[in-house]
């Protein structure tokens, strides 16, 4: 759901941690976005659109995993992470995709990692608005044990009333004259469960959500979230067993100027992502 962009000259900053950096901008015309500099009543307003679509979200996502089994990292053979930094490895992204979204990553830790990151991305992405295109990402990064079950309850989940709630048409269509925007930027990632074959791995994120246009009622605002995966170890690849999603951390939101939707719209388009890797 986020524009990525390296900072300070690289993917990694100087501090060993995963940056990223959201497109800057003059602020367009006297639209929905403003152009001015928010105020803390305004940012208010925009936290609780924020609020709104999130707690949707991490619904949606807790329905899919309704009656699922425990199938990640646990029991008493796991080793636990400890409170060294996720320092980047300096390896290699992987070189394979499956429906356009990385794979072939390697059966350790920062394998586990990158495979989180990047199914982040994807589980985020706008693409689980559109029913064929969500059937294929599922497939792409879920353990065959637990495709079937999200496909329907995500179908179930993803129905008029959630679309309308993020602006879109019943369908799942975006309104002509607009631009859906759903992206997820990775901004850190850590193991806290591993055994052989299995791993909890969290992902600290932040999303863009939103409809881009001059009269949009829903315009693209950002949030952030820490997604856990429990991964298993399947056809010699790391697949999701489980995924979940939950507030936060969040900064002290900046005194940045809002962009015009114009440059949003502009800026997701002519902005791609990233393939993450430890």
């Not at 995966?229 to 697949?239: E, N, T």
């Not at 002290?252 to 502009?266: L, N, Q």
Request: hydrophobic letters at 30%; charged letters at 20%; proline letters at 4%.
């Amino acid at each position: 759901m986020s524009l990525d962009d390296e900072r300070n000259g690289g993917l990694y900053g100087g501090s060993g941690e995963t940056r990223t950096r959201l497109p800057e901008g003059e602020g367009g015309g006297q639209d929905v976005y403003g152009g001015a500099r928010r105020s803390s009543r305004s940012s208010s307003r925009s936290l609780v659109t924020v609020v709104g679509v999130v707690v949707l979200l991490i619904a949606a996502i807790a329905f899919a995993n309704r009656g699922g089994e425990d199938a990640g990292g646990g029991g008493g053979d796991g080793k636990k992470a400890g409170a060294d930094p996720t320092a980047p490895s300096g390896e290699r992204a992987v070189d394979g995709k499956t429906s356009g979204i990385p794979s072939g990553y390697t059966k350790t830790e920062q394998g586990a990692q990158s495979a989180a990151a990047n199914y982040a991305v994807a589980l985020g992405s706008a693409d689980m608005f559109n029913k064929p295109r969500r059937d294929s990402v599922l497939q792409t990064v879920m353990a065959p044990s637990s495709v079937n079950r999200f496909k329907a309850n995500l179908d179930k989940a993803y129905n008029a009333a959630f679309y309308k709630n993020v602006g879109l048409n019943d369908d799942g269509s975006t309104p002509k004259g607009y631009q859906f925007v759903s992206r997820t930027s990775p901004i850190g990632t850590k193991v806290t469960d591993w055994a052989d074959g299995k791993a909890t791995v969290e992902v600290w994120c932040g999303g863009l959500l939103g409809l881009a246009g001059e009269q949009s009622t829903k315009p693209v605002t950002s949030s952030y979230f820490t997604i856990t995966m429990k991964l298993v170890w399947v056809g010699g690849d790391w697949k999701a067993a489980t995924h979940s999603q939950k507030d936060g951390p969040a900064p002290v939101p900046g005194d940045d100027r809002a962009s015009g939707s114009d440059e949003i719209a502009k800026a997701v388009e002519g902005y791609g992502g990233f393939t993450y890797a430890r």
